[in-house]
Nanobody, 118 residues
Framework: QVQLVESGGGLVQPGGSLRLSCAAS????????MGWYRQAPGKERELVAL???????NYADSAKGRFTISRDNAKYTVYLQMNSLKPEDTAVYYC????????????WGRGTQVTVSS
């Protein structure tokens, strides 16, 4: 069983930055695609960024130019660097792991709250 634990969320002012981390247990991390999703109150969960096992990345339009996803396979950790944060980025951010196919995640964490407010 793989566990994903997110950290790094918090309260930040508009224009500020945060770096989220997702630590995975298990050696499957290096061959898994990893994704960050978010869910704001009253809204559906949406993909923010994805990174494949080979390092290819994909971003939601709302994240392009502001967020950067990266991974450290030696530490079994995926990161989401978020810059120029806006109030609309306020949400619970979840880490997902795709082991066998990108069509369906295999594991996900409990989330970390990000609040952007002055």
């Amino acid at each position: 069983q793989v566990q994903l634990v997110e950290s790094g969320g918090g309260l930040v002012q508009p224009g500020g930055s945060l770096r989220l981390s997702c630590a995975a247990s298990g050696s499957i991390f290096s061959r898994s695609a990893m994704g960050w999703y978010r869910q704001a109150p009253g809204k559906e969960r949406e993909l923010v960024a994805l990174i494949t096992s080979s390092g290819s990345t994909n971003y939601a339009d709302s994240a392009k130019g502001r967020f950067t996803i990266s991974r450290d396979n030696a530490k079994y950790t995926v990161y989401l660097q978020m810059n120029s944060l806006k109030p609309e980025d306020t949400a619970v951010y979840y880490c997902y792991a795709y082991v066998s196919t990108l069509a369906r995640p295999d594991y996900w964490g409990r989330g970390t709250q990000v609040t952007v407010s002055s």
